[in-house]
Structures are given as structure tokens and as C-alpha cells.
């Protein structure tokens, strides 16, 4: 199999030697970009661009084609799974994401289909296979899912909530149901992953979005072990090339060590950690994601410039540092700023890995 000319995310994420720090943006391919409008008009309503492997495949290289970026991330959502399990998903413009059939009872789990990744879902290894021919081995494609807890979170609230006071009551009065969700979820994530791993994905990533959400105990006994079973059943290599997993927990700072435990390689950070403070709790166990505020790319060239160093001075020298905003970059964004800040992290890092 031909090498990547690029492989600077996939050495990092193993904490290998680099020349540069790897740069990429969570959401780099979306609504912040004149050319994905144009394309998703084009498709028609956001599940059609999903479901086109070429449209998918379009909008996943056009930051690319912008920016020195060193991995390119699939283009899909992480509500996939539900949908394809049965909620019927559709979108509202003052509510985003909802489901037509939410799960309240254990009748509802038990009902749920357990689709097929190259059935169901297909669509999303198709994107996959030609996203990776597309690329011609220039940067790492990057697969993805939701995980187990944030999926739920949507299937039970229905769409998006504030309070999650749905899936809260369900988690503290019928933990069973909730359980067995889970691990049906689990289990999907491990088949969906896994295939996307064999149609071509270099890399993994499980988004955690809502495990902050939970207190302490909560997080380990309703998220964290179900990442754990996911990390344990997922191909580590595939073809000859070992395959690297970042988990992301956004407001899972108190949970770093933990998180170390589960076997990963990478921890995502979002921006309300140091990172120097990050480091020292785990050590070399892990490489590093993040972690700058995404509103920072708001910000004058210069601060955006500014804040970049001071990041990556906070992580210092040596290798196991993948540079990313905290979450995802927002929609109104200036591109041109987006470039500042992926040139910068080029430039400013040199110095930190001679």
C-alpha cells in the first residue's frame, strides 16, 4: 500500500518524531466555507449531501484545497447510527436535529434495529472509499462516531436539549433500560468504526460531546465504560498500519487519568484546560488534542497568532501534540482567519521539535 506523503498527524497521535506540529480543525468541512453552501444547496437538504459519496467526498477535500491542513476528517453526522437504527431523523431550522420515534421505554430498545454498516449505513462507506481514493495518499483520512452516552442523549431527549432531564430520569430511575441502550450502542459503534477502519479511515475518533454532563461517578458508570468496550474491540491496525483512536470529552477535564486508562491514544481537550496542565496529569501515556477556544479565531490576525504560541509553548517541547481548535470551528467564521491559524501552528512549532 502506497505511504502517506503526509503522515505528521498519524506520527503525532503515536508520539513519534515530527517535523512540525499536525494541524486540524474540528467541523473544518462545513458552513463556515462559500463553497460548502454551493455544494449543499446543490445536494439539497443536509442528509442528501451525507448520503452522495461524491458531495461528501466534494466538501471533506474543500478545506484542503484552503488550508495546509495535515488530516482530512469524514464528512457525515454522528446521528447516523440513530437514524439508521429507526428514529427517523430530520432537521428543523430553530431546533436542528430531531428524531420522529425517541426512545422513553424499554419496548422502544428492544425494537431497535442493529443496522448493517454496509447496509444502512452504506452510504457512509462509500463516502469513505472515495474520500480515501480522492485523497491519493496527500494526508490520514480520519473516521468517526458518536459516542454510546451522546448518542443517547439525542435518541432519548429526542434532538438536542439543555437540561437532559429525559435521559437524566431514565439514567436515575430505570438504569436497566438505559444500560441496555448503551450497549446496543455500543455495540454498533464497534461494527460502524470498525468498517470504516476497512473501507479506508487511518485514524478514529470518538466525540463524547455530552459526557460533561455527568458527575463522576455517572461519567464512568454511563459513558466512560462504554468507550471503554468500543476501545477494546476496535481494529488497532488493519493492512499492515496500525490504526491510532482519539477520544474527545468535551467538559472532561476531571477525567483525563481515567480516560488515559481506557487504552486510547490521544485525548481530545477543549479550551478550559491548560494544556501544560494536561500534560503533566498523564504523562506520556497519551498523545494531546487541542485545544484552542474556537472564538478565538474571532480575534485579530495577531491574537490568533499570539494565542498559538502561548499554546504551544504551554505543551512545550517533544513530540504527542496534535494542534485543533477546543470543539468545532463556528459557521461564521472569516476563512481567512481559519488560514492564519493553521499556518501559524506550522511556523511557530518548528522550534519545538529540532
Known sequence: MP??????????LFKQDVDKTPVWMMRQ???YLPEYK??????????SLCRS???????TLQPLHRFKLDAAILFSDILTIPDAMGLGLYFTQDHGPRFERPISCKKDVDNLITPDPEGELQYVMNAVRTIRRELKNEVPLIGFSGSPWTLATYMVEAGTSKSFTKIKKMAF???QILHS????LADTVINYLNAQIEAGAQSVMI???????????????FSLQYMTKILDSLHRSFAGKKIPVTLFTKNGNQWLE???????????????IDIATAKMRVGSRVALQGNMDPSMLYASPERIKQEVATILEGFGNGNGHVFNLGHGIHLDVPPENAKVFVDAVHDLSVKYHK
Not at 454551493?38 to 442528509?47: L, P, Q, S, Y
Not at 441502550?181 to 446496543?184: E, N, P, Q
Not at 466525540?207 to 458508570?221: I, K, M, Q
Open 3 to 12: 505511504q502517506l506523503k503526509n503522515d505528521r498527524y498519524i506520527r503525532a
Open 29 to 31: 468541512a462545513g458552513r
Open 38 to 47: 454551493t455544494t449543499r444547496e446543490k445536494a439539497g437538504d443536509f442528509m
Open 53 to 59: 459519496a461524491d458531495l461528501a467526498c466534494e466538501v
Open 173 to 175: 430511575c430505570e438504569p
Open 181 to 184: 441502550l448503551l450497549d446496543k
Open 207 to 221: 466525540f463524547d460531546t455530552w459526557g460533561g454532563v455527568l458527575s463522576s461517578r455517572d461519567y464512568n458508570d
Open 258 to 272: 481515567q480516560i488515559a486508562d481506557t487504552g486510547c491514544d490521544c485525548i481530545g481537550l477543549d479550551w478550559t
